[in-house]
C-alpha cells in the first residue's frame, strides 16, 4: 500500500522532478514507511511506501535493469508468487520478494495483458521508455484511486497521484465543476470520472490511461465486472453453489491474510465480516485481532453481535462506543477527503480505522459483499414494486403525511422512498430509492450558480443499464451498484478513512476468484421474497451464530437524523447559514422541515455540511 504521484513533459522535454517532492509529501500519510523519486528525461515518478511486503527490499520507484521499465504502484498483488514463479521460468530474474517488482517483469513479459492476470488492488503507473509510453492503470474494481490532469500553462504537464491533494501540489486553476456538483447533490459523493475540479479527474475503474509525449492521453477500459446472461447462469442446486462459495471466500481469505505485518478484522454484527472473521481465525496460525465500534443509540449498535463472532473465535477484541461528541471531528473526517465526501459511515470508519492503526497495519473488511450477493432493502423493493405501484399511488398522501423518526428502522423514510419511486422505469426507481436531492432541489440549491444546464447524473447509469441488456433486471441493478456506487462511495470511504491512518483495509469479497461466482448466480439466489443474501447467507451458516447470519442488516451508519434533531443542530444551522456554494436559505428550510420532523433529511444535510465544510477548510 503506497501513494503514488508523478509527471510527464507533454513536448517530450526533459520534465523539472522539483515538484514532485511536494506531490509526494502530501502523500506522506498512505505511505510513512519509505519514499522515493525517479526522473528521467520527459517522466518523473514518486512514491511513499507502507510497508507490508518485503519491508526491507520493496522500495519504489522500481527500474528493470536496463533502465527501459520504472514502475510505482499503490496497492497489493495477492497473485505475485504465482506471478513471479510463471516469470522465473520464463527467464526473469528478481531482487526482491516485493509484488511490485512483479509487476515490472510481467509487464516486461506481458504488456497490457499483465492487468487481466493480476488479483488484487492497485494503480499503477509504468513508463516504458523504449515505447516512450506513460501507462497508468486502475483495478477492476476501483479499490485503489488514482487522479489525473493536464496542467497547460508554464510547463505543459500530464501529472498523477493518488489523491487530489496532491496534484493541487501543481498550482491548479481550482474551478469547481457543475456537472462533479450536480451529481454530489445526487449522490452524496462524486463518481468517476468527475473531480470537484474542472482541471482534473478520475481515472474509471477497470480503466488505462496510455499517454506519449507529443500526444494526448488515450483511455479505454481494459475490463468491467458484468452479470451473466439469463442464459448463461450457473445451473447447479443451492446446496452445491454455497459450498464452492464458501470455500472461493475462504481461499481469498487466505490470500488476503499474506503480510509480513500484523492484519486484523473490522467486525460489526453483520455476516459479512462475521464470515471473515471466522476464516480468518481458521486460517491465521494465532488469535485474529478484531475491532468494532458502536453506538450510545441502541437501535444502532451491534456490539453485542459482533461480541458472539468474536467469543465463538476467541479473537483479540478491541471496541469503540461512538456518542455525539465525535460530531466533533466532523472537520478532521473532511480533510481526510480531499474532495466533498458525504457517506455519514464515514466517521465512524475514520474512528475504527484509528482504533485498528494501534495494533495492526492491515485489516480485511466486507465491502463488496452487499453489491455481488444481494444486501439491500432497495433489491427487495425493486422486486415489489412492479406489483405494488398502484397501491403505492393510492397511499402516498398518507405516507407522506407520517412523521419523521429517528431510529435506524424507519419505516416513514423507507415508504416515502418506495411511494414516490416505485411507479419509475427501473433505473429511476433504482436511484429513487436512495436519491439524496431530487434534481427540483437540486435546482433551487444551485440557484443561479450554474453556468449552463448540468449533465444528468443517471447518464453513466443508462449507459451501463444498456450494456447489460439479456441479463436478469436485479442482476443488472447490481451491476449500477457494483460499478458506479460501490466505487464512488463505500470503496473511497474505506481508502481515504484507513489511509488516513496509515492503515492498509483489504476487501476479500472484491477477489476475482469471489466475483466471479456471484456474478454467474440466479437472481434468486441472492434476494427471493424479503431474503437477502440468500447464497451468502447458506454459505457461511457453518461458520458463525444463527443471530447473525439471520440477522437483519442495518449497515455502518450514524444515528445523523437524531444527531440533526439535537446537538449537532445548532453546528449544522451556523455552518448552513453561512453557505456559499448552496443557497443558504434553501439549505436552512431543508433543515428546518428535518428538525419539525416532517421529513428525514439526514442525508442531504450532511451532504450540504460537508460541501461547506469541505469549502471552508480547502480555501
Known amino acids: 500500500m503506497c501513494g503514488i504521484a508523478g509527471l510527464a513533459k507533454l513536448d517530450g522535454s526533459a520534465v523539472d522532478p522539483a515538484p514532485l517532492a511536494g506531490m509526494c509529501n502530501a502523500l506522506v500519510h498512505r505511505g510513512p514507511d519509505d519514499a522515493g523519486t525517479w526522473a528521467e528525461g520527459p517522466v518523473a515518478l514518486g512514491a511513499r511506501r507502507l510497508s507490508i ?16 521499465t520504472v514502475v510505482v504502484q499503490n496497492g497489493e498483488i495477492y497473485n505475485h508468487a504465482q506471478l513471479r514463479a510463471e516469470l522465473q521460468a520464463a527467464g526473469h530474474s528478481f531482487a526482491t520478494r516485493c509484488d511490485t517488482e512483479v509487476l515490472l517483469h510481467g509487464y516486461e513479459q506481458w504488456g497490457e495483458g499483465l492487468l487481466e492476470r493480476l488479483r488484487g488492488m492497485f494503480a499503477i503507473a509504468v513508463w516504458d521508455a523504449g515505447e516512450r509510453r506513460l501507462l497508468l492503470a486502475r483495478d477492476r474494481f476501483g479499490i485503489k484511486p488514482l487522479y489525473w490532469t493536464i496542467k497547460r500553462s508554464g510547463a505543459p504537464v500530464l501529472g498523477f497521484a493518488s489523491e487530489l491533494g496532491a496534484l493541487r501540489r501543481l498550482g491548479l486553476r481550482e474551478e469547481i465543476d457543475p456537472d462533479a456538483l450536480e451529481a454530489y447533490l445526487a449522490f452524496n459523493s ?3 470520472p468527475l473531480t470537484i475540479f474542472r482541471e482534473v479527474a478520475k481515472l474509471a475503474p477497470g480503466h488505462l490511461l496510455s499517454f506519449r509525449p507529443g500526444g ?54 453483520g455476516v459479512d465480516s462475521g464470515a471473515l472473521t471466522a476464516l480468518a481465525a481458521q486460517e491465521s496460525p494465532g488469535s485474529v485481532a478484531t475491532f468494532s465500534i458502536g453506538f450510545e443509540e441502541e437501535s444502532f449498535d451491534e456490539l453485542a453481535l459482533a461480541r458472539l463472532v468474536a467469543e465463538r ?44 492503526s494501534e495494533h495492526v497495519k492491515v485489516a480485511l473488511l466486507g465491502e463488496g459483499a452487499d453489491e455481488l450477493f444481494g444486501g439491500y432493502h ?27 423518526s429517528s431510529r435506524r428502522v424507519s419505516l416513514d423514510y423507507k415508504a416515502r422512498r418506495f ?49 447489460t441488456a439479456g441479463s436478469e433486471e436485479l ?68 461458520l458463525l451464530p444463527a443471530e447473525v447470519v439471520h440477522g437483519a442488516k442495518r449497515g455502518f451508519s450514524v444515528p445523523a437524523a437524531a444527531w440533526f434533531r439535537g446537538e449537532l443542530e445548532p453546528f449544522a444551522r451556523e455552518v448552513l447559514n ?28 450532511w451532504g450540504l455540511v460537508c460541501l461547506e465544510l469541505w469549502r471552508a477548510r480547502s480555501a
Not at 222 to 246: F, I, K, M, T, Y
Not at 389 to 403: I, N, T, Y
Not at 428 to 448: C, M, N, S, T, V
Open 53 to 68: 511486503i518485503d519491508l526491507a527490499g520493496g522500495h519504489q520507484p522500481i527500474a528493470s535493469q536496463d533502465g527501459r
Open 190 to 192: 462524486i463518481p468517476a
Open 216 to 269: 494526448e492521453p488515450q483511455l479505454r477500459e481494459w475490463c468491467r465486472p458484468v452479470p451473466a446472461r439469463a442464459d448463461a447462469l450457473r445451473p447447479e442446486g443451492e446446496e452445491q453453489l454455497a459450498q464452492e462459495l464458501r470455500e472461493r471466500l475462504r481461499d481469498s481469505v487466505r490470500a488476503h491474510l499474506v503480510a509480513d505485518v500484523p492484519v486484523g478484522v473490522f467486525l460489526s454484527g
Open 313 to 356: 473465535y476467541g479473537t483479540n477484541h478491541h471496541e469503540l462506543v461512538l456518542s455525539v461528541d465525535a460530531v466533533s471531528l466532523l472537520g478532521e473526517v473532511v480533510d481526510a477527503f480531499d474532495e466533498p465526501f458525504a457517506d455519514s459511515s464515514a466517521l465512524p470508519t475514520y474512528l475504527v480505522s484509528r482504533l485498528a
Open 378 to 404: 432497495t433489491y427487495v423493493a425493486n422486486l415489489l414494486a412492479p406489483r405494488l405501484a398502484p397501491l403505492a399511488r393510492l397511499v402516498r398522501p398518507l405516507v407522506e403525511r407520517l412523521p419523521s
Open 419 to 467: 411511494v414516490r419511486a416505485a411507479h419509475l422505469p427501473p433505473v429511476e426507481r433504482h436511484h429513487g430509492f436512495k436519491e439524496i436531492l431530487a434534481p427540483d432541489l437540486r435546482a433551487e440549491l444551485l440557484g443561479g450558480t450554474r453556468p449552463h444546464p448540468p449533465a444528468d447524473p443517471l447518464g453513466p447509469w443508462h449507459e451501463h443499464w444498456a450494456a
Open 475 to 542: 442482476s443488472r441493478l447490481q451491476e449500477l451498484d457494483l460499478n458506479l456506487y460501490l466505487p464512488s462511495d463505500l470503496l473511497v470511504k474505506t481508502d481515504r478513512a484507513s489511509m488516513a491512518h496509515s492503515l492498509e483495509a483489504r476487501v476479500p469479497f472484491l477477489d476475482p476468484c469471489v466475483a466471479e461466482l456471484a456474478l454467474t448466480l440466479p437472481a434468486a439466489m441472492k434476494v427471493r421474497g424479503r431474503q437477502k443474501k440468500r447464497l451468502l447467507r447458506r454459505a457461511v451458516e457453518p
Open 578 to 605: 453561512g453557505a456559499q456554494i448552496v443557497d443558504p436559505g434553501v439549505a436552512v428550510r431543508l433543515l428546518d422541515q428535518h428538525v419539525a420532523r416532517r421529513d428525514d433529511h439526514s442525508r442531504p444535510l
